[in-house]
């Protein structure tokens, strides 16, 4: 279980300047432009500190409600800010995230509720598969798979040998994915995170550093 940052680097081709601003979800977002750097962005955030401070407090104020998805909006979609496209060429409007196309029964309204039943469905379809897969290429027992809506994990596991999986894992990269279905198959092994835990996460899965990285950096766009 990886907890989520409040503040996430985001880096722009197309900004000019360095930027803050707060999302909806509370997360602060700090754009770093095509030649800047980190570092630059973290001064440039710790000389914001007393705006972003105001904005939290205003912020706090208002009753909290979720970022609208509508066309054009960039989502996080297998890993990359993916831009939402829409057609309504046939019957019954299609939306697309780069390869992979979702109906839905308006373009009209907010895409979110629509979008976000399509990919836990994608999960159901996609997660236990890879999860069989792994297993069966370190092979750990598994009983079963479960895809969850949980907020704040991205899996689990019992004793018994039940998988849970997240089903925002189909916002991640793929590695990210493995990652965290390697972490619960080891689990079944080590119930715990002793060094014996982490070295056998190192054994199957050498990234794990990268996307436990990855993870910290993205989990808060990922909604939970
Ligand atoms: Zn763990």
Known sequence: ???????????????????????????????IPARGTEREAQRFVAEQHAWLT?????????PRSAEVWSLGTTVLWR?????????????KPVVSLAADTFRVATLER?????????????????????????????GVEVKQ??????????GSCS????????????QAPATVR???????LMHLREMNHSARFWA???EVCPWWRDAEQWLKRNGSLLGL
């Not at 105001?54 to 208002?62: I, L, T, Y």
């Not at 798979?145 to 991205?154: E, G, L």
Request: net charge positive; charged share 30%.
């Open 145 to 154: 798979v479960a895809v969850r809506n949980q907020r704040s994990r991205w």
């Open 79 to 91: 890993g990359l800010m993916t831009e939402i496209r829409g057609t309504n060429t046939s019957a």
């Open 200 to 202: 056998r996460v190192e």
């Open 1 to 31: 279980m990886v907890a989520a940052p409040d503040l996430v680097f985001v880096r722009s081709s197309r900004a000019r300047n360095y930027r803050l601003t707060l999302r909806r979800n509370g997360v602060a977002v700090a754009t």
């Open 178 to 184: 493995d990652y965290i279905i390697l972490h619960e």
């Open 110 to 138: 907010d895409l979110r509720p629509t979008l976000e039943a399509h990919f836990a469905r994608r999960a159901r379809l996609e997660l236990p598969g890879r999860t069989w897969e792994l297993a069966a290429e370190t």
């Open 159 to 170: 004793a018994s040998g039940t998988i849970s999986l997240n089903w925002r894992l189909m």
């Open 54 to 62: 105001r904005a939290r407090a205003r912020q706090a104020k208002k």
